[in-house]
């Protein structure tokens, strides 16, 4: 049995699950200590248009300071999600609350359904699916931790389902769905980006940033004198991937980052110049250092799955990987819009 990519998520399902994210993000600001293990945050490259995300927020801007500015609009027929006497609080209501309250939480949804929406039709294209047996063995696992830390933190005396009610207000059936449909949109978005990625040419690179020039150059000359980059970049460079001694993700051609158009000039081994880029207004030196070449793989996914497998078992998509991942799978749209033959 193979789980559908565009049918993995019925209207149902899709319906329980925003419902499901809404309540654990709401949750998230109660005071009783959390003890469910928070849904990853959803990284997703940049997809929406800010004109129509403006546009759609300055449609249900309020006027006026009449009190009937907090209810919602009465035009609408959409499903019913709560009452207030006489008054009918539909989904449509709760979108356009967030835009007047969280306008930057409808627009992250938005991608999350824009990047959903994109790995569907590409594993459909590329012949990418899920056996259920491993959806039901991820989501036993996730189930049992969840239940041996409920009884850990607050004793026998509270059982799951006490508690996703009072936490989440949802119960074990509802919360087992929305679990598996996380684990399904997981892995659909694991095996597509990776497999993405493998059909492109990438590089992969080490870096040092400095605000310092002078740094980088002495930093340079050490490592033509045999010196490692990696141990100079815990050093000197003033990124977030200090620890990993500046060490990027293998990304392919168009990468949002500033070292990449000069990465791909280099060959393995090979050290590049001290170069500038202006980040955010400031001045920042860079240094690169090329660890190894990819080219790109024209494959059928049924020839990598195994690989893929192991390698998503063992190294989890994220952080900058994701990002340089999602554009990868950006151009690999465009070119299956632009030519049938490309499975």
């Keep these: 049995m193979s789980w559908n990519?565009?049918?993995?998520?019925?209207?149902?399902?899709?319906?329980?699950?925003?419902?499901?994210?809404?309540?654990?993000?709401?949750?998230?600001?109660?005071?009783?200590?959390?003890?469910?293990p928070e849904a990853p945050i959803e990284q997703t490259a940049v997809t929406t248009s800010d004109v129509q995300v403006r546009e759609a927020t300055a449609r249900v801007l309020p006027r006026g300071i009449d009190p009937e500015i907090l209810l919602p609009s009465s035009d609408t027929t959409d499903d019913v999600v709560a009452t207030v006497?006489?008054?009918?609080?539909?989904?449509?209501?709760?979108?356009?609350?967030?835009?007047?309250?969280?306008?930057?939480?409808p627009r992250r949804l938005i991608d999350v359904i824009v990047l959903d929406a994109q790995v569907a039709h590409a594993a459909r294209r590329w012949g990418i699916t899920l056996d259920s047996e491993t959806v039901e063995r991820k989501a036993a696992e996730q189930e049992k931790q969840l239940r041996t830390e409920v009884q850990r933190q607050l004793g026998v005396k509270v059982t799951l389902g006490h508690y996703l009610e009072r936490q989440f207000g949802m119960g074990e059936e509802e919360y087992s769905?929305?679990?598996?449909?996380?684990?399904i949109r997981e892995l659909y978005r694991?095996?597509?980006?990776?497999?993405?990625?493998l059909r492109e040419e990438r590089v992969e690179v080490r870096y040092i940033?400095?605000?310092d020039p002078d740094i980088l150059r002495d930093v340079a000359d050490r490592v033509r004198q045999g010196a490692?980059?990696?141990?100079?970049?815990?050093?000197?460079?003033e990124d977030a991937n200090r620890m990993d001694g500046g060490l990027l993700p293998p990304f392919g051609r168009g990468f949002d980052h500033?070292?990449?158009?000069?990465?791909?000039?280099?060959?393995?081994?090979e050290l590049s110049d001290v170069f500038v880029r202006e980040v955010q207004g400031s001045k920042r030196y860079y240094l690169v250092y090329c660890l190894r070449r990819i080219p790109s793989r024209d494959v059928e996914f049924s020839a990598v799955r195994d690989e893929l497998t192991r390698d998503i078992e063992n190294r989890p998509l994220a952080?900058?990987?994701?990002?340089?991942?999602?554009?990868?799978?950006?151009?690999?749209l465009e070119s299956l819009n632009s030519d049938s033959d490309l499975r």
């Excluded at 769905?177 to 684990?183: A, M, V």
């Design 319 to 332: 952080g900058m990987e994701f990002r340089a991942a999602s554009m990868s799978l950006k151009a690999a």
């Design 177 to 183: 769905q929305w679990l598996r449909t996380k684990i």
């Design 85 to 105: 006497g006489d008054l009918s609080i539909h989904k449509r209501h709760v979108y356009e609350h967030l835009l007047k309250t969280e306008p930057a939480a």
């Design 258 to 269: 500033p070292v990449a158009e000069v990465a791909f000039g280099l060959s393995p081994g």
């Design 209 to 211: 940033v400095n605000s």
């Design 5 to 36: 990519p565009l049918l993995a998520g019925d209207s149902g399902a899709v319906s329980s699950a925003f419902w499901i994210l809404l309540a654990l993000g709401l949750a998230a600001c109660a005071a009783p200590p959390q003890v469910l």
């Design 228 to 237: 490692s980059f990696a141990t100079l970049a815990i050093r000197h460079t």
């Design 190 to 197: 694991q095996y597509v980006l990776r497999f993405a990625a």
